[in-house]
């Protein structure tokens, strides 16, 4: 069992950045590949990012490839995501998600986070 607990949201204006941190509770965390998903008003979740369970593969969204990086620390049980060249459109709630497989779909993700929010200001 993985509880996650996101950070680090706010708000930003257009081409500022932001670094949003999830920590994870449980000694399984690095068993876990990771996610971040978001939600804006009135839109389904999306796909933002993915690491695998060791850190070795990442795969982005087309919509914030070459401005958000994911990455993760193992040993302190921690993943990040962040967040350079913000747009307004990049408003949204972020969550940080866990689940046992390479995957975008937020169905394949078990463990959820309870949502941190980025505003970006024009």
């Known amino acids: 069992q993985v509880q996650l607990a996101e950070s680090g949201g706010g708000l930003v204006q257009a081409g500022g950045s932001l670094k949003l941190s999830c920590a994870a509770s449980?000694?399984?965390?690095?068993?876990?590949?990771m996610g971040w998903f978001r939600q804006a008003p009135g839109k389904e979740r999306e796909f933002v990012a993915i690491?695998?369970?060791?850190?070795?593969?990442?795969y982005y969204g087309d919509y914030v490839k070459g401005r958000f990086t994911i990455s993760r620390d193992n040993a302190k049980n921690t993943v990040a995501l962040q967040m350079n060249s913000l747009k307004p459109e990049d408003t949204a709630v972020y969550y940080c998600?866990?689940?046992?497989?390479?995957?975008?779909?937020?169905?394949?993700?078990?463990?959820w986070g309870r949502g941190t929010q980025v505003t970006v200001s024009s």
């Open positions: 449980g000694r399984t965390f690095s068993s876990y590949v």
């Open positions: 998600a866990g689940g046992g497989s390479y995957s975008f779909a937020s169905s394949s993700y078990g463990y």
């Open positions: 690491i695998s369970s060791s850190g070795a593969r990442t």
